[in-house]
């Protein structure tokens, strides 16, 4: 498992395609050259020293310190596109390989390279700088019906990181929220929510807010938290 590329965000003007106040979108990605600092960001600023962020009210901070994206996964979407997909035209800071990302649990922990150590902590929605980047029909709708969005990650450990390097699990929960499942409770299969609460203290505070009302609202569907670890036999869409 390892790194194909490290890609940073160059701003790009395009109002009509993000809801930033300043115009600029960062979603324009490409692969940096040598060794790229990653530690802990403030709020509304990515991970990645030298990346570029535009709407700081959607993305950036602490649980999406950096955005990781499969090889394998562009190449699925490569050939439905019928064209070519670099490293980085998804918006990805990280474009692995050999690496389930969409099968990571939320709060699963990788050491990358010698020094950085992520945790998985939250998933991509997709919006419309996104469909507007890639101009594609319906690409949303299409987008959201895979389920394999990505997954953002925090920063545990900081350290500098570079195309070629490992990438190595170090951790794994005892709950079985993955990427996927928390990315389809969160758009076509909300009564999954409930059963996200799983992950802890992992949860992105935002995704536990909207799990713990809807709750609230609608109950837990018969899922009793800490009865024992989540089976999930729903079908994928």
Known sequence: MKLLSVNLGHARHA??????????????????QGAVAVSSPAPGVGGLAGDTIGDLRHHGG????????????????????????????????????????????????????????LEVASVRIPCRTFAGWLEEQGWVRRFTEAAAPGAYLRVVSPGEVRAGDSVEVVHRPEHEVTVSFLFR?????????????????????????KAVAYVEKYGDGGFVLGAGPLRDN????
Not at 15 to 32: C, H, L, N
Not at 186 to 192: I, Q, S, V, Y
Not at 234 to 237: A, F, I, Q, T, V
């Open 185 to 209: 409770a969160l758009t076509r299969e909300r009564g999954l929510l409930p059963r996200v609460l799983v992950a802890g203290e992992a949860l992105d505070p935002g995704v536990r807010e």
């Open 15 to 32: 109002p009509d395609i993000t809801d930033a106040d300043s115009g600029v979108t960062g979603i324009d990605k490409r692969p940096a």
């Open 62 to 117: 602490e649980h999406q310190a950096v955005y990781a994206f499969a090889r394998e996964d562009l190449d699925v979407w490569a050939a439905e596109l019928g064209r070519e997909l670099p490293g980085g035209v998804f918006g990805e800071n990280l474009t692995t390989e050999g690496v389930d990302v969409n099968g990571a649990l939320i709060g699963e922990r990788w050491r990358v390279g010698a020094d950085l150590v």
């Open 234 to 237: 729903s079908e994928k869409p």
